[in-house]
């Protein structure tokens, strides 16, 4: 079967310029928004599970589901540190840190308040984030000293976050002395010694315990055992599920947002397609019965307006693409409804993201071109040419 | 002026087009109204909050408690009518799904200080004179089937009982706070003795103290002062506190979500734009197609305007049609909406605020599709008109 040349589509959607300009930035349009809410999912989604380690142990009280609501004594932190044999112990001392979580208000720089992670830390974490956790400016805080580190994001984006500045805890000033980078959730907190987190805030308890395990340690035995130990009961889980149970309901509510949008949107993108494919068609029906008379087959005409239905789909497509990556890499900030604090993070449009995108205006460009390309094939000659 | 009738027939010449122009109307207008509408059920909170009242907060964060001492000394400050505690439970009922928010309170004073939360079943006495007493907002009854009278079980995960059972509440009240902008129709209020007596018997875990204080003031007396006034009074410790205006208070759980209104606004952008040249594609169309009939009744007589509102008149028509529907079907979607976002989006309705934008917006449109065809046809001479090819 003789095929109508991609040629034609193309000079015919030159002719009628205006139309199918405004047919491609309006379906543009529907893909920018549909990418723009898939690429502040994938944004948020990998800087939480990219992030996560699945050789280190997350220790919470029974029950609670993030450490901001976790509490545990400090000397019940010391047991778990020091007595569990699935722990990696490098020079005699066991990869395990203890954590204190508390998310402080603080004033942003562009007006109004938020709630910022401040995370005490042991000297051990440094060693169990080594790689991970890097100083780009400054020193560390000395141990047991008022001093804190904070976040690379938290720099102009929170009040006295900058190299010098001081940073109160209820009646305590602390001095950022350094800022460090991360490619997870931790480049949003400030850090600073456990014990005068404590000491300032009055909070003698703990948030959790990170432990690195042994390669050939029984997680799931060390879950089971820890669930109903009589000491220190505990719930374990590893980081990198512990930070994907953050994430899901978030992840969750933008992704129904995207489909829920790309349904409402996509209708009526496929309507304005729909369109104007049918007035191609009223306006080339004496072509049409030309191409038929000089023997072209009804489904060479058929797919030749779905062609061009598709065709304009996918110009519109790309539009919406181009605009979906003037956003890409651009900050934004929300909140872990877990504990409460907020976040930065930066849309991203991933090849997931990509590809979705191409396919969905594929799909809009098959939906609005199937009805008018059905009737085109469907018209006779005769009738055809007589039509002016 | 041009017959009505003619105005119909013209724009019904190409039935499908027009439905389908009219359904991409509908689909964006619907989508407009349910977008704008959580923008104003997140906003309401902040904007009809009470002038009177203020909340005091630990200035360190949300989550650390301040002392129950603080609450006699609150009471000193002159402007201070009366104050109330305020604990966040966080608890659920059965399954951590069912998570709604719970408050210890003080029962004896919440009457007075949210005058006007109303009491649809049961009554304040009876809320006040039994410990294990609790009150519920009518939604989270309705949701789960609760009615005066009845025990239900929450399970505790910031004040865990130690012995790993249930706390027990006795509904003694349902509330509707639809006069009360600070407080929805999901929450439950209990003895805040109730927490303090288990967890000072041991039998309860979590941390000690209050949450916030929420204050009520005398007459005459403005947020800021008294606010001002309390802050100094704790500048020393143990605990330095944060008096915010309740309107301050809510917004700042808004503004948690992350830049709602910058969102919303963009994705309507988007479908402004897409609709708004579906629309202008549309007219133009029309105004081709119907050169001639403008040649024609220019040259029986009609003047210009009666060509221009031919034109302009079938793009209102068109736009009133599919706006229209989408709006009534937002309206219309009102009940399954709330329930399926009422959770996070209380108050969540198709209010005045939503309708008047939206139908502000479908003229808007209206005007841009038809002004450009109905310019042309108001500009054609007779000759260029019936010279054009059909």
């Known amino acids: 079967m003789a095929l109508v040349p991609l040629s034609y589509n193309l000079r015919s959607l030159r002719v009628r310029k205006s139309s199918t300009l405004l047919t491609i930035i309006s379906v543009g349009a529907t893909v920018a928004i549909f990418a723009g809410v898939l690429s502040l999912q994938q944004g948020f989604e990998t800087l939480f599970s990219d992030s996560g380690r699945e050789d280190v142990s997350v220790f919470l009280r029974p029950g609670a589901v ?52 401040i995370r005490g830390v042991e000297q051990m974490t440094f060693t169990i984030r080594e790689g991970e956790v890097t100083l780009t400016e400054g020193r560390a805080f000395a141990p047991g000293s008022d001093e804190v580190i904070v976040g690379e994001k938290l720099v102009g984006r929170i009040q006295g976050c900058e190299m010098g500045e001081t940073i109160w805890l209820n009646t305590v000033p602390f001095k950022v002395v350094g800022v460090f980078s991360h490619d997870g959730p931790f480049a949003s907190e400030i850090w600073c010694d456990i014990r005068r987190m404590s000491d300032a805030l009055e909070r003698p308890w703990y948030s959790r315990v990170v432990a690195v395990l042994n390669s050939e340690a029984d997680f799931e035995a060390l879950k089971e055992r820890m669930s109903e130990h009589k000491e220190i009961p505990a719930k374990v889980m590893d980081e990198k599920t512990y930070y994907e149970e953050q994430t899901r309901a978030l992840s969750g509510v933008l992704r129904g947002l995207g489909s829920f ?116 094939s469907r018209m006779k000659p005769i009738e055809a040419l007589r039509r002016t | ?52 009242r203020l909340v005091v907060q630990s200035a360190v964060s949300l989550f650390v408690n301040l002392p129950a001492s603080y609450q006699g000394k609150i009471e000193t400050i002159e402007g201070v009518e009366e104050s109330m505690k305020m604990t966040w439970f966080g608890g659920y009922y059965r399954e951590p799904a069912n998570m709604f928010a719970q408050f210890a309170i003080d029962a004896d004073r919440m009457e007075r200080i949210y005058s006007s939360v109303e009491l649809v079943e049961g009554s304040w006495e009876e809320f006040k004179s039994s410990r294990m007493s609790c009150l519920v907002g009518k939604e989270t009854a309705k949701k789960y089937g609760w009615s005066v009278g009845d025990r239900v ?120 734009i897409a609709i708004l040249l579906a629309t202008l594609n549309t007219m133009l169309m029309s105004g081709r197609e119907q050169t001639r009939d403008v040649g024609v009744l220019k040259a029986l007589g009609f003047d210009g305007s009666a060509a221009f509102w031919l034109l302009l008149t079938q793009s209102l028509l068109l736009c009133g049609v599919g706006a229209g ?66």
């Open chain 1, 66 to 117: 993030s450490e901001g609501e976790s509490g545990i004594p400090p000397a019940k932190c010391e047991i778990i540190k020091k007595s569990l044999p699935e722990v990696k112990v490098v020079d005699g001392m066991p990869l395990a840190s203890a954590e204190s979580f508390l998310a402080v208000r603080r004033r942003k720089l562009d007006g109004g308040e938020t709630n910022v992670p």
């Open chain 1, 261 to 376: 949008l790309a349904v409402i949107m996509g209708m009526a993108a496929a309507f304005t397609a729909t369109n104007t494919m049918l007035a191609a068609l009223s306006s080339r029906s004496h072509e049409i019965g030309i191409l038929l008379s000089v023997g072209f087959r009804p489904t060479a005409i058929f797919l030749s307006f779905l062609f061009e239905a598709v065709l304009l789909g996918l110009a519109g497509g790309l539009v919406g693409v181009l605009v979906a990556f003037l956003i890409n890499g651009a900050e934004t900030g929300t909140t872990n409804f877990r504990t409460f604090t907020e976040i930065a993070f930066a849309f991203r449009v991933t090849p997931l993201v990509l590809s979705q995108a191409v396919f969905f205006s594929l799909l809009l460009g098959l939906l609005g071109g199937a009805w008018p390309a059905w009737r085109a």
């Open chain 2, 1 to 52: 002026m041009v017959p009505f009738k003619l105005i119909w027939r013209n724009l019904l010449r190409h039935k499908l087009r027009v439905l389908l122009t009219a359904g991409s109307l509908t689909v964006a207008f619907f989508l407009l109204c349910v977008l704008q509408a959580l923008v104003v059920s997140l906003d309401q909170g902040v904007k009809n909050a009470s002038k009177k």
């Open chain 2, 153 to 272: 079980p929450i399970v505790g995960m910031i004040y865990p009982r130690l012995d790993g059972s249930e706390w027990q509440f006795d509904i003694a009240g349902i509330y509707d706070a639809s006069q009360e902008a600070s407080i929805d129709d999901l929450t439950m209020y209990f003895h805040w003795e109730y927490l303090d007596e288990a967890m000072e018997a041991g039998a309860a875990g979590g941390a000690d103290g209050i949450g916030v204080y929420s204050v009520l003031l005398s007459d005459g007396y403005s947020q800021a002062g008294v606010g001002a006034l309390i802050d100094g009074l704790f500048e020393n410790g143990p605990q330095r506190v944060q008096s915010t205006p309740e309107g301050e208070f809510n917004a700042q759980f808004v503004s948690m979500v992350g830049n709602v209104p910058f969102f919303v606004g963009t994705i309507g952008m988007g479908v402004l």
């Open chain 2, 325 to 390: 529907t989408g709006i009534l079907l937002a309206l219309g979607v009102e009940g399954p909406l709330q329930a399926l976002l009422g959770s996070n989006f209380p108050g969540l309705r198709i209010s005045s605020d939503v309708l008047a934008p939206a139908v502000l917006l479908a003229v808007a449109v209206a005007l841009f599709a038809g002004l450009a065809p109905a310019l042309r046809a108001r500009r054609l001479t007779v000759i260029e008109a019936l010279r054009e090819e059909a």
